[in-house]
Structure formats: C-alpha cells, structure tokens
C-alpha cells in the first residue's frame, strides 16, 4: 500500500503532466488557427481583387451597349457571394472544436484507473 506522501506525489505528478498536455494541445490550436486565420485572409483578398479585376473587365468589354446590365448582374453576384459566404460562417461557428479533447480523454482514462467513485 502506498503512503499517504507517495500518493500525494503520483497525483501531483498525473496532474502536472495533464496540465502540460492542456497547454500544449493550446499552442498548437492557436498557433493552427494563425496560420488558417493569414490563409484565409490571403485567399479573401486575392478572390476579392480578381472579382473586382474581372468586373472591371466586363464593364469595360461592354461599355457601348450593356454597362447597367453587367453592373447590375456583378452587384447581384457579389451580393450573393456574400450571403453564401455568411451562411458558411454562421454554420461554422456552430459546430464544436475539439479543444483540449486530448486532456479530456487522459483525465477520463485516469478517473477509469482509479475505480469508481466511493
């Protein structure tokens, strides 16, 4: 049988590597979400100035006969861009991340080892 000490210090120790396995699983989903957060912003900017670039583009191919007509149908689609684009994140910020899932399982595979509740 253990001592209360050396119980006392296996405890501390599971909990300290838990609390260590918490921090790093946070390094990495922050440093994961800067990384797909600059992507993101990359990819918005670029698609934004090539929509631009090709509206443009149309606005001035068309410029004698149909200019209100290929503004109009530009402005729509952009609208619709938009509200797609909102959809997609109003959807994703409703579903759950698995952060600190890791910690969880550890911390419930040590509660399992321990035997139930008295």
């Known amino acids: 049988m253990l001592s209360p000490t050396s119980l006392l ?3 501390l120790g599971l909990l300290q590597t ?3 396995l918490a921090a790093t ?3 990495e989903q922050a440093a994961r979400l800067l990384r797909m957060a600059f992507w993101a912003m990359l990819g918005l900017l670029s698609a934004a ?3 631009l670039l090709a509206i443009l583009w149309l606005i001035v191919a068309f410029w004698e006969g149909h200019r209100l ?5 530009a402005t729509g689609l ?3 861009m938009a509200v797609g684009s909102a959809l997609v994140v109003r959807a ?8 600190l899932s890791g910690t969880i399982e550890e911390l419930q595979r ?3 080892a321990l035997g139930p509740p008295p």
Not at 92 to 99: A, D, W
């Open 69 to 73: 007509l290929v503004i109009g149908l």
């Open 9 to 11: 210090a296996t405890l």
């Open 92 to 99: 994703g910020l409703g579903s759950r991340s698995g952060l």
């Open 25 to 27: 699983e946070v390094e």
């Open 110 to 112: 040590d509660r399992d």
């Open 18 to 20: 838990r609390l260590e």
């Open 78 to 80: 952009c609208v619709v």
């Open 49 to 51: 100035l090539g929509l």
